[in-house]
């Protein structure tokens, strides 16, 4: 069974930075998609990021293009989510999660977006951004 532990949260002023790790037990890491959600008090899980198992397929929700980065390390089992010019609208727990039913397979923006399609969430990390 895979299982996904995040860290790398915290509190950051308003323009600052934090990278996300998720680190990912099991054999299907290197074959499977993985995507950042967040979630704000209040409000509904929202998409974040996505990458495909190899890496070359990436999509941003637009809250956070060009401010964040996803990228994965098959050797470390990790993806990470480097968070840069944070705002304090980016306050929220950030989940991720993977989709292990879908090995090498590469979806569309809508498919990557939608919570459904993972099967394997981590436990959240607070990220805090004071204005």
């Known amino acids: 069974q895979v299982q996904l532990v995040e860290s790398g949260g915290g509190l950051v002023r308003a323009g600052g930075s934090l990278r996300l790790s998720c680190a990912a037990s099991?054999?299907?890491?290197?074959?499977?998609?993985m995507g950042w959600f967040r979630q704000a008090p209040g409000k509904e899980r929202e998409f974040v990021s996505s990458?495909?198992?190899?890496?070359?397929?990436?999509y941003y929700a637009d809250a956070v293009k060009d401010r964040f980065t996803i990228s994965r390390d098959k050797a470390k089992n990790t993806v990470y989510l480097q968070m840069n010019s944070l705002k304090p609208e980016d306050t929220a727990v950030y989940y991720c999660a993977t989709d292990t039913r879908g090995a090498y397979f590469t979806g569309s923006y809508y498919y990557y977006a939608n919570p459904n399609q993972y099967d394997i969430w981590g436990q959240g990390a607070q990220v805090t951004v004071s204005s």
């Open positions: 099991g054999s299907t890491f290197s074959s499977s998609a």
């Open positions: 990458i495909n198992w190899s890496g070359d397929n990436i």
